[in-house]
Antibody, heavy 122, light 112 residues
């Protein structure tokens, strides 16, 4: 059974950085890409980026190009997303979600993590 | 980016009655492999999204058969045959054909 388990809620001050982890299990880690998507309070979904499981390639939304860093650790089947220069508008639930197989270039999503609430407040 | 437009925004339904949600894309969603990567997700209050439907009309494992979906081109529909209390949620369409993936704004299904 596929599971994506994320790290706990964070409270950060404006200008700080936050790093969210996503521990995967139930499938062969190196065969699927991982997306990061966020959802601001009461809002819809905003795609942030995607990383291949070996960490060799990433693709980012232009909205986050300079502030988001995604990495992977194949030894622990964990994916990380770090967002820097936080501002109040970054307050949201951040989700990791399993993407397409590594051999496919579509942008689909199937399984989601439980979400990590990041609150940015002075 | 491909814009996904859902309607209605809110859908009050009587228990046992059908419900229908529409999703329209600003571009066609057929991928180079011939598949159409249009998904439907259910997000219950306080939960993360759960995929119900993939590639337009395929139900995921464990999804009740009262959920069905159809569509082609730029017009897609999710139907709930007889709404149950556990179906109270926000439903989102999402296209995974073009980059970046984009989501509809959501339809809130509630009991009348």
């Amino acid at each position: 059974q596929v599971h994506l388990v994320q790290s706990g809620a964070e409270v950060k001050k404006p200008g700080a950085s936050v790093k969210v982890s996503c521990k995967t299990s139930g499938y062969t880690f190196t065969t699927y890409n991982i997306h990061w998507v966020r959802q601001a309070p009461g809002q819809g979904f905003e795609w942030m980026g995607i990383i291949d499981p070996n960490g060799h390639s990433t693709r980012h939304s232009q909205s986050f190009q300079d502030r988001v860093t995604m990495t992977t650790d194949t030894s622990t089947t964990t994916v990380y997303m770090e967002l820097s220069s936080l501002r109040s508008e970054d307050t949201a639930v951040y989700y990791c979600a399993r993407g397409p197989p590594v051999y496919s270039d579509n942008s689909g999503i199937d399984y989601w993590g439980q979400g990590t609430l990041v609150t940015v407040s002075s | 980016d491909v814009v996904m437009t859902q309607s209605p925004l809110s859908l009050p339904v009587t228990l046992g009655q059908p419900a229908s949600i529409s999703c329209r894309s600003s571009q066609g969603l057929v991928y180079s492999d011939g598949n159409t990567y249009l998904n439907w997700f259910q997000q219950r209050p306080g939960q993360s999204p759960r995929r119900l439907i993939y590639k337009v009309s395929n139900r995921d494992s464990g999804v009740p058969d009262r959920f069905s979906a159809s569509g082609s081109g730029t017009e897609f529909t999710l139907k709930i045959n007889r709404v149950e209390a556990e179906d109270v949620a926000i439903y989102y369409c999402m296209q995974g054909t073009h980059w970046p993936p984009t989501f509809g704004g959501g339809t809130k299904v509630e009991i009348k």
